[in-house]
């Protein structure tokens, strides 16, 4: 199981009413049966696009999450290799020992939420950024440019 997204809960403060909200938000997308299960799959999902993402969209993205979210995301370093889509979902089902379907699962459930919250002008930003076959993962046509 991946720990370095994940504290003891019993000696943090109580969430911030944002990030209540996210959790809100991600276990409907998700329909995950408790805010908890949600809370895994926002930490595990945005520690893993935390060591995609770099550059101001990387700031921006942090700028419009509720305080823990953003620790989560910005606490980890970008890792020196991009991954594709493809690629993250792999990473993230081998962290945390998830089949790939309980994973896509998670990322979609969690980056709709977090699309909400970011807007599609940042998230466009962020799909540009980033290798090919994230769009599918925040719900959108991983169009290409006809040559």
Do not use: N
């Not at 370095?4 to 049966?33: F, I, K």
């Not at 953003?70 to 020992?97: C, E, H, M």
């Not at 990322?107 to 599918?136: E, K, N």
Request: hydrophobic letters at 40%; a positive charge.
């Amino acid at each position: 199981m991946i720990t370095e997204a994940r504290g003891p809960r019993g000696s943090q403060q109580p969430y911030s009413t944002g990030y209540e909200q996210l959790l809100e938000m991600v276990r409907y997308e998700g329909a995950y049966p408790t805010r908890e299960r949600a809370d895994e799959a926002v930490r595990l999902v945005l520690a893993g696009l935390g060591r995609q993402l770099t550059g101001d969209e990387r700031v921006d993205l942090a700028r419009c999450l509720p305080l823990e979210a953003a620790r989560v995301l910005t606490v980890q370093i970008p890792g020196s290799q991009p991954l594709t889509g493809w690629d993250f979902a792999k990473d993230i089902a081998t962290r945390s020992g998830a089949s790939l379907a309980t994973t896509r699962w998670d990322i979609g459930a969690v980056f709709t939420a977090v699309s909400a919250q970011a807007g599609p002008l940042l998230i466009t930003r962020i799909l540009h950024r980033l290798p090919t076959g994230w769009a599918l993962l925040f719900g959108r046509a991983g169009l290409t440019p006809a040559a």
